[in-house]
């Protein structure tokens, strides 16, 4: 590390020790919220002075600060959404210290909305480009196979484009999977995918909040160009022991929770979750084969969090996941034996410690590991190895952070941090053994770097009109002989034209300097993580947003319109025909470096978003719409021209809808609508024969087949990158809970349906020969396949 940067480091270190001092005649009220039933610490709680603009909300681990002027007699609110608002009368002549439990309310109507605000107003907040979903509303939204998925909801999201059919891909603001800065209790999680992309890793029984956030990014985040998604995960209750699980279609699962002491200063938290698609599917295998074949896939995940409570100065806690995918294939009449897996793994250690009531700390020890990994190995008649592959790719972290936050008056919140991480990259580790021809390639290529930064912003209240949020991200990177240093400046802010109307701005500059490739046509999760060299530079965007926001108060509604344009550069992809797995070509394998494949370009976004959202009351739920525009340039794609990437979208539109009929039953419903994807097809197919220059575009192979003649993508047949749009995705899904309380727990029965009018969206297109009839002659035609049609589902889920 630089000798500048440890200079910082020692600064933040000193600040951070120094007691703060209280202005004359102020004095400070601070301390935790947490939920009654359980002493979770509730993120994000608003705490405010009722008939003023002051207030605060609570941090990452539940702790709030707010210093005014003193006096014998106030009065101090608490509010959250889904609980029951708190007040309290304090006399602060003094500093107090007031630690609040809410308690958990039923769904709260549009009287319960008039009698206090529940959240954070969006029109009062500097942040923009922002959006969060309560876990309990993610749990009533219809899901595939009844699996409720974290990242699936965000899909829902405007800004977020989905990726292939079904599937938890993200794409945001015109950025790639790889932009997306993926954070599970500090610990960066770099494949976030089950099931080959149709689930996300993240059981939504371990987690306790989730934000996105899509632009003005606040300077304590850096590394991604497009989008930070935080998830937080639940601490364990405190108070008693507390059980959920289900039983799914395809899976099931199980949480615990509960003391670790008799004085309830610890808790623990475990959920496990695992999919049974192989015991189900083995004997079908078996006797389709005929008994030959053994095959199957499976994926699992395990949470796990402890903490400890020393007092009101410290708190310690531990978190894990772990989590694998896994398929399997053994035929004994072709003497194979084939496997595929990937897996994360996290671990953070977290302290908190509380220097005063104005200055908060928390040092993070974090640790991340992400592998894929395929092999395949035929055998002789006599049971030696003729042929066998491995392959390993993968990247690991190890990471120290420091966060401070101070609340020196109401109109400052100041946060300043650094973070350094040691990579170890392994883009390529093949081993190929070949006894026919005697060859032996063991390629192992290890690479190690060093990614520091550090970051200070403030959250500052000028006036009662205006909030900014300005803050300084500088970044390091050290591979090698390549060295880089970059600032990142940040800024947001709010100015307040009426009461509950603001007009928001942001600019944010971001770096990143972990690559992803990936081989999309083959289909299956083949991520190479690499890192930045002397050759292969740091991806860098500039986004500047502009827009609205509206607080409908006596209802709960909020409405968001903002504008946007992210322009990218040095973002990298596979030159034609590349590939990092050198099968087709062992000999090369420890010849050809990763760099050799790829080509640098830039990108570059443009859009507008509009989001209205209803967070409380017996009808809740959002309607999102995206309109925008996607390019990207390389000099060696697309002979050089500008082409649409393959998620480029110009209409999205989602309506989600929940109702609380009664106590006992919930509706829920959604919508979506996308413009098809833009994709690269052949214009043609040349053979010994060809009775017409005509290529005829069609559907499913005998469903509703429709021609269009004389369809071309571009001039004598060469054929521009993604110039060929598919159709336009849509669905709609219902779900219908039932629940029902019992003596000693609760159960709810939940009945789904995916894609309920049977839209046959398009997954890929093939062409394909299609004979003569005595009416129509001999053609080739373009056929679409879809995976899913209409998808009933039922689950059971329990909490006691």
Same mark, same amino acid.
Request: charged share 20%; hydrophobic share 35%.
């Given at each position: 590390?630089?000798?500048?940067?440890?200079?910082f480091?020692?600064?933040?270190?000193?600040?951070?020790?120094?007691?703060?001092?209280?202005?004359?005649?102020?004095?400070?009220?601070s !301390?935790?919220?947490?939920?009654? &039933?359980?002493?979770?610490?509730?993120?994000?709680v608003?705490?405010?002075?009722?008939?003023?603009?002051?207030?605060?909300?609570?941090?990452?681990?539940?702790?709030?600060?707010?210093?005014?002027?003193?006096?014998?007699?106030?009065?101090?609110?608490?509010?959250?959404?889904?609980?029951?608002?708190?007040?309290?009368?304090?006399?602060?002549?003094?500093?107090?210290?007031?630690?609040?439990?809410?308690?958990?309310?039923?769904?709260?109507?549009?009287?319960?909305?008039?009698?206090?605000?529940?959240?954070?107003?969006?029109?009062? &907040?500097?942040?923009?480009?922002?959006?969060?979903?309560?876990?309990?509303?993610?749990?009533?939204?219809?899901?595939?196979?009844?699996?409720?998925?974290?990242?699936?909801?965000?899909?829902?999201?405007?800004?977020?484009?989905?990726?292939?059919?079904?599937?938890?891909?993200?794409?945001?603001?015109?950025?790639?999977?790889?932009?997306?800065?993926?954070?599970?209790?500090?610990?960066?999680?770099?494949?976030?995918?089950?099931?080959?992309?149709?689930?996300?890793?993240?059981?939504?029984?371990?987690?306790?909040?989730?934000?996105?956030?899509?632009?003005?990014?606040?300077?304590?985040? !850096?590394?991604?160009?497009?989008?930070?998604?935080?998830?937080?995960?639940?601490?364990?209750?405190?108070?008693?022991?507390?059980?959920?699980?289900?039983?799914?279609?395809?899976?099931?699962?199980?949480?615990?929770?509960?003391?670790?002491?008799?004085?309830?200063?610890?808790?623990?938290?475990?959920?496990?979750?695992?999919?049974?698609?192989?015991?189900?599917?083995?004997?079908?295998?078996?006797?389709?084969?005929?008994?030959?074949?053994?095959?199957?896939?499976?994926?699992?995940?395990?949470n796990?969090?402890a903490?400890?409570?020393?007092?009101?100065?410290?708190?310690?806690?531990?978190?894990?996941?772990?989590?694998?995918?896994?398929?399997?294939?053994?035929?004994?009449?072709?003497?194979?034996?084939?496997?595929?897996?990937?897996?994360?793994?996290?671990?953070?250690?977290?302290?908190?410690?509380?220097?005063?009531q104005?200055?908060?700390?928390?040092?993070?020890?974090?640790?991340?590991?992400?592998?894929?990994?395929?092999s395949?190995?035929?055998?002789?008649?006599?049971?030696?190895?003729?042929?066998?592959?491995?392959?390993?790719?993968?990247?690991?972290?190890?990471?120290?952070?420091?966060?401070?936050?101070?609340?020196?008056?109401?109109?400052?919140?100041?946060?300043?941090?650094?973070?350094?991480?040691y990579?170890?990259?392994?883009?390529?580790?093949?081993?190929?053994?070949?006894?026919?021809?005697?060859?032996?390639?063991?390629?192992?290529?290890?690479?190690?770097?060093?990614?520091?930064?550090?970051y200070?912003?403030?959250?500052?209240?000028?006036? @009662?009109?205006?909030?900014?949020?300005?803050?300084?991200?500088? &970044?390091?990177?050290?591979?090698?002989?390549?060295?880089?240093?970059?600032?990142?400046?940040?800024?947001?802010?709010?100015?307040?034209?009426?009461?509950?109307?603001s007009?928001k701005?942001?600019?944010?500059?971001?770096?990143?300097?972990?690559?992803?490739?990936?081989?999309?046509?083959?289909?299956?999760?083949?991520?190479?993580?690499?890192?930045?060299?002397?050759?292969?530079?740091?991806?860098?965007?500039?986004?500047?947003?502009?827009?609205?926001a509206?607080?409908?108060?006596?209802?709960?509604?909020?409405?968001?319109?903002?504008?946007?344009?992210?322009?990218?550069?040095?973002?990298?992809?596979?030159?034609?025909?590349?590939?990092?797995?050198?099968?087709?070509?062992?000999?090369?394998?420890?010849?050809?470096?990763?760099?050799?494949?790829?080509?640098?370009?830039?990108?570059?976004?443009?859009?507008?978003?509009?989001?209205?959202?209803?967070?409380?009351?017996?009808f809740?739920?959002?309607?999102?719409?995206?309109?925008?525009?996607?390019?990207?340039?390389?000099?060696?794609?697309n002979?050089?021209?500008?082409?649409?990437?393959?998620?480029?979208?110009r209409?999205?539109? @989602?309506?989600?809808?929940?109702?609380?009929?009664?106590?006992?039953?919930?509706?829920?419903?959604?919508?979506?609508? !996308?413009?098809?994807?833009?994709?690269?097809?052949?214009?043609?197919?040349?053979?010994?024969?060809?009775?017409?220059?005509?290529?005829?575009?069609?559907?499913?192979?005998?469903?509703?087949?429709?021609?269009?003649?004389?369809?071309?993508?571009?001039?004598?047949? !060469?054929?521009?990158?993604?110039?060929?749009?598919?159709?336009?995705?849509?669905?709609?899904?219902?779900?219908?809970?039932?629940?029902?309380?019992?003596?000693?727990?609760?159960?709810?029965?939940?009945?789904?349906?995916?894609?309920?009018?049977n839209?046959?969206?398009?997954?890929?297109?093939?062409?394909?020969?299609?004979?003569?009839?005595?009416?129509v002659?001999?053609?080739?035609?373009?056929?679409?396949?879809?995976?899913?049609?209409?998808?009933?589902?039922?689950?059971?889920?329990?909490?006691?």
């Open positions: 590390m630089p000798t500048y940067l440890a200079a480091l020692v600064t933040l270190l000193s600040i951070s020790l120094v007691k703060a001092q209280i202005p004359t005649g102020r004095s400070t009220i !301390g935790y919220v947490h939920e009654t &039933s359980s002493q979770e610490a509730l993120i994000g608003n705490v405010y002075l009722p008939g003023t603009t002051i207030g605060t909300t609570t941090n990452t681990y539940g702790f709030y600060s707010l210093t005014i002027p003193a006096q014998d007699s106030l009065q101090v609110a608490y509010s959250f959404v889904g609980y029951d608002i708190v007040s309290r009368t304090v006399s602060l002549r003094t500093n107090q210290t007031v630690n609040i439990s809410l308690t958990p309310g039923r769904a709260l109507t549009e009287v319960d909305v008039k009698a206090g605000r529940l959240t954070t107003k969006v029109s009062e &907040s500097a942040q923009m480009s922002s959006i969060d979903i309560p876990v309990s509303q993610i749990k009533k939204i219809p899901a595939f196979l009844g699996e409720k998925d974290v990242l699936k909801v965000l899909q829902l999201m405007p800004g977020v484009q989905k990726g292939s059919e079904g599937q938890t891909g993200i794409y945001v603001r015109g950025g790639g999977p790889d932009q997306n800065l993926i954070i599970l209790d500090d610990a960066v999680v770099y494949n976030a995918n089950h099931l080959f992309g149709f689930f996300s890793v993240f059981n939504g029984d371990a987690i306790k909040s989730v934000e996105l956030i899509k632009g003005g990014f606040p300077a304590r985040y !850096g590394g991604r160009l497009s989008s930070v998604i935080d998830l937080n995960m639940k601490e364990g209750n405190r108070e008693k022991l507390h059980g959920e699980g289900g039983i799914g279609l395809i899976a099931s699962r199980l949480l615990l929770e509960g003391p670790l002491t008799k004085n309830k200063k610890a808790s623990f938290l475990i959920s496990g979750r695992r999919t049974y698609l192989d015991i189900l599917a083995a004997p079908l295998i078996r006797a389709q084969s005929g008994g030959t074949l053994t095959a199957g896939y499976y994926f699992y995940d395990l796990a969090k903490n400890y409570d020393f007092g009101p100065k410290n708190k310690l806690y531990l978190s894990t996941y772990f989590g694998r995918d896994r398929f399997y294939a053994n035929d004994n009449a072709e003497s194979t034996d084939t496997g595929l897996s990937w897996g994360n793994a996290t671990g953070t250690l977290r302290w908190n410690h509380l220097f005063n104005k200055l908060f700390s928390n040092l993070s020890l974090i640790f991340s590991d992400y592998k894929f990994q395929i395949s190995v035929e055998k002789s008649t006599q049971g030696t190895d003729t042929y066998s592959l491995f392959y390993n790719s993968g990247i690991r972290d190890f990471s120290l952070k420091y966060d401070v936050d101070y609340y020196p008056t109401p109109q400052h919140s100041v946060r300043m941090g650094v973070q350094s991480t990579h170890r990259f392994t883009p390529s580790a093949v081993v190929l053994q070949n006894a026919g021809i005697n060859q032996s390639i063991n390629n192992v290529d290890n690479i190690d770097v060093l990614e520091s930064g550090i200070a912003e403030d959250t500052w209240r000028p006036s @009662s009109r205006l909030r900014v949020n300005g803050g300084l991200r500088l &970044s390091y990177f050290q591979q090698q002989k390549a060295q880089y240093v970059r600032p990142e400046p940040r800024l947001s802010a709010a100015l307040t034209v009426r009461p509950d109307f007009i701005a942001s600019y944010a500059l971001m770096n990143q300097y972990v690559h992803l490739l990936s081989n999309t046509g083959i289909g299956l999760p083949t991520d190479l993580w690499v890192p930045t060299t002397d050759v292969v530079k740091p991806q860098q965007s500039q986004q500047v947003a502009l827009g609205i509206k607080d409908f108060v006596d209802n709960g509604v909020t409405l968001t319109v903002e504008g946007y344009y992210k322009a990218m550069n040095n973002i990298i992809n596979y030159k034609e025909g590349a590939s990092f797995l050198l099968i087709n070509d062992p000999t090369s394998a420890n010849s050809v470096r990763w760099e050799d494949n790829v080509t640098a370009g830039r990108g570059w976004s443009y859009g507008a978003e509009v989001l209205v959202q209803k967070k409380v009351g017996r809740s739920g959002w309607v999102g719409y995206t309109l925008s525009w996607t390019q990207w340039q390389f000099a060696d794609l002979g050089g021209r500008p082409y649409y990437p393959r998620y480029d979208r209409h999205d539109i @989602s309506v989600v809808g929940i109702y609380e009929l009664n106590k006992r039953i919930t509706l829920s419903a959604t919508w979506v609508y !996308g413009t098809g994807n833009a994709l690269t097809v052949p214009v043609g197919r040349f053979g010994t024969y060809r009775a017409s220059n005509t290529l005829v575009y069609g559907g499913d192979p005998g469903i509703n087949q429709t021609y269009f003649q004389n369809v071309r993508t571009s001039d004598d047949y !060469g054929t521009q990158k993604n110039s060929f749009r598919a159709e336009p995705y849509h669905r709609f899904d219902l779900g219908i809970q039932f629940h029902k309380q019992k003596k000693h727990h609760e159960r709810t029965w939940e009945v789904s349906v995916y894609n309920l009018y839209r046959r969206n398009p997954f890929f297109y093939r062409l394909e020969s299609v004979a003569a009839t005595s009416t002659p001999a053609r080739t035609a373009l056929f679409r396949y879809s995976v899913f049609p209409i998808v009933p589902a039922i689950s059971y889920n329990v909490k006691f």
